[in-house]
């Protein structure tokens, strides 16, 4: 059983930032993937971006197009936890988010290739 807790989400002017934390306890697995999705109101749960440690010591992180050159996810393997910074926000953005965790399997933008999931975070871009 993994417990994934999210903080960080808030209100913010478009143009701003915000960084999203995501710490996991409980099971451990060597190889994993963290990812960031995000579901509006009406809308399908998408992806947003992926962390991915595949057992070595190199990682990979994979982005949703939307988000490309504005946010950026980190992790830190020994404290199993990942982050999402969020830049340059558009009121497109506007969203909760969710931290996700499962077994590296290659699906990282596929919601049904992870089995935990956090109570995610409201994100709110607005003026």
């Known amino acids: 059983q993994v417990q994934l807790v999210e903080s960080g989400g808030g209100l913010v002017q478009p143009g701003g930032s915000l960084r999203l934390s995501c710490a996991a306890s409980?099971?451990?697995?060597?190889?994993?993937?963290m990812a960031w999705f995000r579901q509006a109101p009406g809308k399908e749960r998408e992806f947003v971006a992926a962390f991915t440690w595949p057992g070595t010591t190199v990682y990979y992180t994979n982005y949703a197009d939307s988000v490309k050159g504005r946010f950026t996810i980190s992790g830190d393997n020994a404290k199993n936890t990942v982050f999402l910074q969020m830049n340059s926000l558009r009121p497109e953005d506007t969203a909760a988010y969710y931290c996700?965790?499962?077994?590296?399997?290659?699906?990282?933008?596929?919601?049904?290739?992870?089995?935990?999931w956090g109570q995610g975070t409201q994100v709110t871009v607005s003026s």
């Open positions: 996700a965790k499962g077994v590296y399997s290659g699906r990282y933008a596929d919601k049904n290739a992870y089995d935990s």
């Open positions: 409980g099971r451990t697995f060597s190889r994993y993937t």
